[in-house]
């Protein structure tokens, strides 16, 4: 399942959702831009996981709960919480960060 959240109500998401794959864009970034419909199609691919964008720019309570630094970042959460981030323009490290939930 992918949703775009348009208000910093992540938190919120996160918490009532067991497994959680974020992608932190903003409207500026390029690699963001590229990186959507991929992320989109993974999201179909992956079962037993939600997959939400959000823009970290103006959702700034949002992109604290995975210390957002640099765009496009993934971030990973169970049961509520963060488990690991990762900042690519790349499918591997993406499908890596979200193996490593998945196999814990």
């Known amino acids: 399942m992918f949703l775009e959240l348009k208000e910093d109500v992540l938190k919120e998401y996160v918490e009532e959702e067991k497994d959680v794959v974020v992608q932190f864009s903003a409207s500026w970034c390029g690699n963001c831009r590229l990186m959507k419909p ?4 993974l999201s179909g ?10 823009d970290a720019e103006k959702n700034p309570e949002s992109r604290k709960m995975a210390t957002v630094d640099n765009l496009p970042t993934f ?25 490593e939930v998945t196999s814990n």
């Open 38 to 41: 991929k992320f989109k199609k």
């Open 45 to 54: 691919e992956t079962e037993n996981f939600r997959f939400v964008m959000i």
């Open 75 to 99: 971030a990973t959460f169970k049961d509520g919480k963060f488990v690991n981030q990762v900042q690519t323009n790349k499918m591997d490290p993406l499908k890596e960060l979200i193996d």
